[in-house]
């Protein structure tokens, strides 16, 4: 049996699948940047308290964000510090820029932290320098690197295109990340080809309303993605905790498409 040795890095992605499994069910809430407040200041307090007791492996908040929450509410799940960021009244929304250094994620006690990048933005290659940069401070610090990359821009005529998807999740992969997060192809049967092409865990963003939260992850699981990352869908939901939970249920359960008996893809990453 081989014994993954021990880092920070591999004790941090241990972690950020709170279940074992190397699963994932990861909740932003970091709109508050792009769009404005998802909550009220006492709102957004109850609103941790509601996604952690559902049974999330991890928020995504920004630095300011996580110094306002109670570290008691995240004893049993982890925190990610997002360090992209644009607002949507700013003349390009898809040009993200760095806010926040793994230095700062350090300092809070955070497990992992994560990059925005849209490729197909005017601003792409100041969007891949900043993602290289990070990945080099979370390769010197032992900080797991999660990406949220996306086909999106001007010259992105299909951001489901499984071949795109393809080869954007693997620009993450060559740039050092630990963890990859996109969208989900279209048609849905191909979004296998765009996970058997990566050598890292990838997880979906939450998806629109045309299908259910249930359908979608079960689909998402089926196609071999590792998890999702929803945050919208959550925050928005009447009770963000029965919707956490039910995709909890989902993703770490015995009867979902992923059996705990099968290898985890974060053996490769540790």
């Given at each position: 049996?081989?014994t993954?040795?021990?880092?920070?890095?591999?004790?941090?992605?241990?972690?950020?699948?709170?279940?074992?499994?190397?699963?994932?069910?990861?909740?932003?809430?970091?709109?508050?940047?792009?769009?404005?407040?998802?909550?009220?200041?006492?709102?957004?307090?109850?609103?941790?308290?509601?996604?952690v007791?559902?049974?999330?492996?991890?928020?995504v908040?920004?630095?300011?964000?996580?110094?306002?929450?109670?570290?008691?509410?995240?004893?049993?799940?982890?925190?990610?510090?997002?360090?992209?960021?644009?607002?949507a009244?700013?003349?390009?929304?898809?040009?993200?820029?760095?806010?926040?250094?793994?230095?700062?994620?350090?300092?809070?006690?955070?497990?992992?932290?994560?990059?925005?990048?849209?490729?197909g933005?005017d601003?792409?290659?100041d969007?891949?320098?900043?993602?290289?940069?990070?990945?080099?401070?979370?390769?010197?610090?032992?900080?797991?690197?999660?990406?949220?990359?996306?086909?999106?821009?001007?010259?992105?005529?299909?951001?489901?295109?499984?071949?795109?998807?393809?080869?954007?999740?693997?620009?993450?992969?060559?740039?050092?990340?630990?963890?990859?997060?996109?969208?989900?192809a279209?048609p849905?049967?191909?979004m296998?080809?765009?996970?058997?092409?990566?050598?890292?865990?990838?997880?979906?963003?939450?998806?629109?309303?045309?299908?259910?939260?249930?359908?979608?992850?079960?689909?998402?699981?089926?196609?071999?993605?590792?998890?999702?990352?929803?945050?919208?869908?959550?925050?928005?939901?009447?009770?963000?905790?029965?919707?956490?939970?039910?995709?909890?249920?989902?993703?770490?359960?015995?009867g979902?498409?992923?059996?705990?008996?099968?290898?985890?893809?974060?053996?490769?990453?540790?």
């Open positions: 049996m081989t993954t040795p021990l880092t920070g890095k591999s004790m941090r992605l241990a972690r950020l699948s709170g279940h074992g499994d190397g699963r994932f069910l990861l909740v932003p809430l970091d709109h508050s940047v792009s769009d404005g407040p998802i909550a009220t200041a006492s709102g957004f307090e109850k609103l941790v308290h509601d996604v007791a559902g049974g999330a492996d991890g928020i908040v920004h630095r300011g964000r996580a110094r306002a929450i109670d570290p008691e509410l995240l004893a049993g799940c982890s925190l990610l510090v997002h360090l992209s960021a644009s607002t009244h700013g003349p390009d929304a898809d040009a993200k820029v760095l806010v926040g250094g793994v230095e700062d994620a350090i300092r809070l006690g955070a497990d992992a932290v994560s990059v925005h990048v849209n490729i933005a601003t792409e290659s969007q891949l320098a900043d993602l290289g940069a990070v990945a080099t401070a979370c390769d010197l610090w032992g900080m797991p690197l999660l990406a949220m990359i996306y086909p999106r821009g001007p010259r992105v005529a299909d951001p489901h295109d499984p071949t795109l998807l393809s080869h954007v999740v693997n620009i993450a992969a060559d740039l050092g990340v630990d963890i990859v997060k996109t969208v989900f279209a849905a049967e191909r296998a080809e765009v996970v058997e092409s990566l050598p890292l865990p990838l997880i979906v963003a939450g998806g629109t309303g045309t299908t259910s939260l249930a359908d979608f992850t079960v689909a998402a699981l089926s196609a071999g993605c590792r998890g999702l990352a929803v945050g919208r869908r959550v925050f928005s939901s009447p009770n963000p905790r029965a919707t956490v939970l039910e995709l909890a249920e989902i993703i770490h359960g015995s979902g498409p992923l059996a705990p008996s099968t290898p985890s893809r974060m053996a490769g990453v540790l």
